[in-house]
């Protein structure tokens, strides 16, 4: 029978030693610090345009809290600058290019998640090669193609310019999110007499509605936040998005950083809206989606 001993003054070998309390303390203060200076620096900027959007137009940079709430900054915006037609055309274009987008992307996410057939990686790489294309690489080629479809200066046309690089990452997204569903619900579902058809309508779709959620804020950010195309593929001051309105504020000489600001608060309602309304769906596909790649 032996004993195992331990020599005085040595500690014992695999286990940490505990932390400080001072260490600890210490690296949570330095975290909240962190988390506190990031949150500051991106809320400045919208704290800012709001508190502008109330402002006289000579209290822009001359104090920093307005002196009288000015409401009727908003009103002045709405009319002066058409709002309800812009805010229609915006609606529009995010509408057209949302519905796009899910119809094409959906079925095409759940073939690369269940299907196998020749080409099949080669053509996923193609889509996330597509992700990762600069907007700005593809504007003239775009205006070139857009003016021999007789689409150039359309709502139409510019809907369709979003869609290409919104389906590709709508399937990437909704791809992983069909991973994570469980294949043994699409076999049984085989077993009862389904067809593949009927196994994506009634199986899986009510299944990626989250997913579907996740996609659809997504796309309608970046859609109703898009400016470049807007601005160059659309010409007539009537067809014009509100990104591409609330630019008017902004002139050769001087700005008018009231109206801008106004404006850019009336913009912001929809997007804070939609958010708003598929928030837990949103929340879960993420959630979903991260589980299996």
Not at 14 to 33: D, E
Not at 150 to 167: E, K, P
Not at 219 to 227: A, I, M, P
Not at 246 to 275: E, H, K, N, R
Request: some cysteine; charged content about 10%.
């Amino acid at each position: 029978m032996t004993t195992r001993s331990t020599m005085p003054g040595t500690a014992r070998i695999g286990r940490a030693a505990p932390s400080s309390p001072w260490a600890v303390t210490f690296t949570r203060t330095l975290i909240y610090v962190i988390l506190v200076a990031i949150v500051v620096v991106e809320a400045f900027p919208l704290v800012w345009m709001i508190v502008t959007s109330l402002k006289d137009p000579h209290e822009v940079f001359n104090s920093v809290l307005p002196g009288e709430i000015r409401w009727q900054n908003f009103p002045r915006v709405w009319y002066a600058m058409n709002f309800p037609v812009h805010l229609g055309n915006s609606l529009y274009v995010t509408g057209l290019t949302v519905s796009l987008v899910v119809v094409l992307a959906t079925p095409a996410a759940y073939a690369f998640a269940r299907y196998r057939f020749p080409g099949r990686e080669i053509v996923f790489y193609a889509f996330l090669g597509a992700m990762m294309i600069p907007p700005q690489a593809i504007l003239i080629p775009m205006f070139q193609f857009l003016k021999s479809l007789h689409l150039l200066d359309s709502l139409n046309g510019l809907a369709f310019s979003f869609v290409g690089g919104g389906t590709a990452f709508a399937v990437f997204l909704m791809r992983t999110f069909f991973l994570s569903l469980p294949r043994e619900l699409g076999d049984s579902a085989r077993t009862d007499g389904c067809n593949d058809f009927q196994v994506f309508w009634y199986i899986y779709l009510p299944l990626a509605r989250p997913g579907i959620a996740t996609v659809v804020i997504i796309q309608s950010l970046y859609t109703w936040n898009e400016f470049m195309f807007s601005n160059t593929f659309i010409i007539t001051p009537g067809k014009k998005t509100v990104q591409s309105a609330v630019f008017q504020a902004i002139g050769q000489y001087s700005t008018d950083y009231t109206a801008l600001c106004s404006g850019l608060m009336i913009a912001l309602v929809p997007v804070v809206a939609i958010y708003l309304i598929l928030q837990r769906q949103f929340i879960g596909g993420l959630t979903a989606g991260a589980l299996k790649g």
